[in-house]
C-alpha cells in the first residue's frame, strides 16, 4: 500500500474512533509497519508523537486482557474538556512573550534580552523561564510554528549603492544587445573565472559510485600550495565552452589572454566574417568593471584581432544571472565531483569530457603562461586606450575599438 493510500485509510478511519480507540489504532498500525514508524504514523494521522507510544502500550495492555473485558477497556474515555490544558491555555502570555523575543523590529534594541545571542530553542526556552514561564524548548518551537516562524538563513538581496532599477535596465540592456549580436551572427560570450582547484591526491566535494566499502582513499589533510586557475568562455548562441587552465595567479592578464585563446581555438572559425565580440561579465575579480590592467589588456586583444570589444557587466551581486554560471560551470563541477584532481591534465581531461544532452560541449587547453600580480596600469596608458563609454552606467558597458596604426 502506498503513504498516499495508507494515509488515506488513517484519516476515514480515525475519526469513527473514540479517543482511546484512536490510539490502539495508531499505536497498532506503527507496531505492524515495522520499528521506527511512529514519525511515519504521526506525518499519516497529525497526532501527537507520545500519544502513539501510548497507544503502543495500551494494545500491548489489552492483549493480556480476556476478550470479554474488552469492551469496558476500548470504550473508557474521560469527559469532553477533561486533561492538562495545553500550554497557551494556561499561560495565555507565552505567545506575546515568544514574539517580543523573536520579531525582527526588536533587533538592535539594547532592552531585548536575545539582541546579541542566538536565537535558539533552548536560549528562547532559558530567557522565558527567567520570565516565569514553565515552557520546553519542543513546546517553544511548536509554538513558532504555529505563529508562522521558520529557520531562515540571510537573503542576499539589498545592494549597497545601485537601485534595484538601474539593475533591472542593465539586465533589459544586456538582454537586447545580445539579442542584436546574435541575429547578426557576432558572437556573444559570458566569462569568469571559476574557483581554483587544489592539485594533487586530495578530497574533492561531491560522492560518485564505488564498490560498497571503498572509497578512494586521499590524504586527509588539504597541505597542497599548487592551485589550478580556471577561466571560462561560453559562447551563448553557440552553446559551446572554452577554459583555459593554469597554475599560475588569475590576473587580468590571464583572463583575457583566455579570451585570446578562445578566439583562436574556436572564435574566428566560427565568424570569420564578424568584427565585433560582445562580452558580458560580473564586476568583480579579474575582470573588474575597476580594472585598468582588464581594459588595457582587452585593449591590446583588440589590436592583435582587429576586433572590437563590446563590453556588459553585471551589477554589484548579480554575478549568479552571468550565463556561464549555469550554463556550463555547473555541469564541470557536476564532472569533476568527487574525484581527485591529481594534476592539471586530470583537470583538462574531465572539462573537455564534460558533455550535456542540450548540446554542449567545452574545449579546454592549458595556459602555461607565468602572471604577476599587483602590475599597475599608468593615467597615460589608460588616456590612449580607444574607449567609449556608455553615458547611462558607463563603468557597466564600454567598448573598446582597435587603435590605428
Same mark, same amino acid.
Given at each position: 500500500?502506498?503513504?498516499?493510500?495508507?494515509?488515506?485509510?488513517v484519516q476515514l478511519v480515525g475519526p469513527t474512533l473514540n479517543e482511546r480507540?484512536?490510539?490502539?489504532?495508531?499505536?497498532?498500525?506503527?507496531?505492524?509497519?515495522?520499528?521506527?514508524?511512529?514519525?511515519?504514523?504521526?506525518?499519516?494521522?497529525?497526532?501527537? /508523537?507520545?500519544?502513539?507510544?501510548?497507544?503502543?502500550?495500551?494494545?500491548?495492555e489489552l492483549k493480556q486482557l480476556p476478550k470479554e473485558e474488552w469492551p469496558?477497556? +476500548?470504550?473508557?474515555? /474521560?469527559?469532553?474538556? @477533561?486533561?492538562?490544558?495545553?500550554?497557551?491555555?494556561?499561560?495565555?502570555?507565552?505567545?506575546?512573550?515568544?514574539?517580543?523575543?523573536?520579531?525582527?523590529?526588536? !533587533?538592535?534594541?539594547?532592552?531585548?534580552?536575545?539582541?546579541?545571542?542566538?536565537?535558539?530553542?533552548?536560549?528562547?526556552?532559558?530567557?522565558?523561564?527567567?520570565?516565569?514561564? &514553565?515552557?520546553?524548548?519542543?513546546?517553544?518551537?511548536?509554538?513558532?510554528?504555529?505563529?508562522?516562524?521558520?529557520?531562515?538563513?540571510?537573503?542576499?538581496?539589498?545592494?549597497?549603492?545601485?537601485?534595484?532599477?538601474?539593475?533591472?535596465?542593465?539586465?533589459?540592456? +544586456?538582454?537586447?544587445?545580445?539579442?542584436?549580436?546574435? %541575429?547578426?551572427?557576432?558572437?556573444?560570450?559570458?566569462?569568469? @573565472? &571559476?574557483?581554483?582547484?587544489? +592539485?594533487?591526491?586530495?578530497?574533492?566535494?561531491?560522492?560518485?559510485?564505488?564498490? &560498497?566499502?571503498?572509497?578512494?582513499?586521499?590524504?586527509?589533510?588539504?597541505?597542497?600550495?599548487?592551485?589550478? %586557475?580556471?577561466?571560462?568562455?561560453?559562447?551563448?548562441? %553557440?552553446?559551446?565552452?572554452?577554459?583555459?587552465?593554469?597554475?599560475? @595567479?588569475?590576473? @587580468?592578464?590571464?583572463?583575457?589572454?583566455?579570451?585570446?585563446?578562445?578566439?583562436?581555438?574556436?572564435?574566428?572559425?566560427?565568424?570569420?566574417?564578424?568584427?565585433?565580440?560582445?562580452i558580458t561579465a560580473d564586476c568583480g575579480g579579474s575582470n573588474s568593471y *575597476?580594472? /585598468?590592467?582588464?581594459?588595457?589588456? !582587452?585593449?591590446?586583444?583588440?589590436?592583435?584581432?582587429?576586433?572590437?570589444?563590446?563590453?556588459?557587466?553585471?551589477?554589484?551581486?548579480?554575478?549568479?544571472?552571468?550565463?556561464?554560471?549555469? *550554463?556550463?560551470?555547473?555541469?564541470?563541477?557536476?564532472?569533476?565531483?568527487?574525484?581527485? !584532481?591529481?594534476?592539471?591534465?586530470?583537470?583538462?581531461?574531465?572539462?573537455?569530457?564534460?558533455?550535456?544532452?542540450?548540446?554542449?560541449?567545452?574545449?579546454?587547453?592549458?595556459?602555461?603562461?607565468?602572471?604577476?600580480?599587483? +602590475?599597475?596600469?599608468?593615467?597615460?596608458?589608460?588616456?590612449?586606450?580607444?574607449?567609449?563609454?556608455?553615458?547611462?552606467?558607463?563603468?557597466?558597458?564600454?567598448?573598446?575599438?582597435?587603435?590605428?596604426?
Amino acid at each position: 500500500m502506498s503513504t498516499e493510500n495508507l494515509k488515506e485509510f488513517v484519516q476515514l478511519v480515525g475519526p469513527t474512533l473514540n479517543e482511546r480507540q484512536n490510539r490502539i489504532f495508531l499505536g497498532s498500525l506503527s507496531k505492524l509497519l515495522g520499528s521506527r514508524c511512529n514519525t511515519l504514523v504521526q506525518n499519516l494521522s497529525g497526532a501527537d /508523537r507520545k500519544t502513539i507510544i501510548k497507544g503502543k502500550s495500551e494494545a500491548e495492555e489489552l492483549k493480556q486482557l480476556p476478550k470479554e473485558e474488552w469492551p469496558d477497556f +476500548i470504550n473508557y474515555v /474521560r469527559e469532553s474538556g @477533561a486533561g492538562r490544558k495545553s500550554v497557551t491555555e494556561s499561560n495565555p502570555k507565552l505567545k506575546e512573550a515568544i514574539k517580543t523575543l523573536v520579531e525582527p523590529h526588536t !533587533l538592535g534594541n539594547p532592552e531585548t534580552p536575545l539582541t546579541w545571542t542566538t536565537k535558539s530553542l533552548r536560549n528562547l526556552q532559558s530567557e522565558l523561564v527567567k520570565q516565569g514561564f &514553565k515552557v520546553s524548548h519542543a513546546t517553544v518551537g511548536n509554538i513558532l510554528v504555529g505563529l508562522g516562524y521558520s529557520l531562515q538563513q540571510n537573503l542576499k538581496y539589498i545592494s549597497a549603492t545601485e537601485s534595484p532599477e538601474d539593475r533591472d535596465w542593465q539586465f533589459k540592456r +544586456i538582454r537586447y544587445f545580445a539579442e542584436f549580436f546574435m %541575429a547578426y551572427n557576432d558572437p556573444v560570450v559570458s566569462v569568469d @573565472a &571559476k574557483k581554483k582547484e587544489l +592539485i594533487g591526491n586530495y578530497k574533492n566535494q561531491g560522492a560518485e559510485y564505488c564498490p &560498497k566499502g571503498q572509497p578512494t582513499k586521499v590524504l586527509d589533510h588539504d597541505f597542497g600550495t599548487v592551485k589550478a %586557475a580556471q577561466y571560462g568562455v561560453y559562447d551563448c548562441g %553557440a552553446n559551446k565552452g572554452f577554459v583555459s587552465v593554469g597554475s599560475s @595567479a588569475d590576473t @587580468a592578464s590571464f583572463a583575457v589572454n583566455s579570451i585570446g585563446l578562445w578566439w583562436e581555438h574556436m572564435g574566428k572559425e566560427m565568424y570569420p566574417d564578424s568584427n565585433r565580440i560582445m562580452i558580458t561579465a560580473d564586476c568583480g575579480g579579474s575582470n573588474s568593471y *575597476r580594472s /585598468r590592467l582588464w581594459k588595457s589588456e !582587452l585593449q591590446q586583444l583588440a589590436n592583435k584581432i582587429g576586433r572590437e570589444f563590446w563590453v556588459f557587466h553585471y551589477p554589484p551581486g548579480t554575478s549568479k544571472w552571468n550565463k556561464i554560471e549555469h *550554463r556550463m560551470f555547473c555541469y564541470m563541477s557536476k564532472n569533476t565531483r568527487g574525484r581527485p !584532481l591529481y594534476s592539471i591534465e586530470t583537470i583538462i581531461n574531465l572539462i573537455a569530457n564534460c558533455k550535456t544532452s542540450q548540446g554542449l560541449s567545452i574545449k579546454c587547453v592549458q595556459d602555461k603562461n607565468i602572471y604577476t600580480k599587483g +602590475i599597475k596600469v599608468s593615467d597615460e596608458t589608460m588616456n590612449e586606450l580607444n574607449i567609449r563609454y556608455s553615458k547611462w552606467h558607463g563603468e557597466w558597458f564600454y567598448i573598446i575599438k582597435p587603435q590605428s596604426k
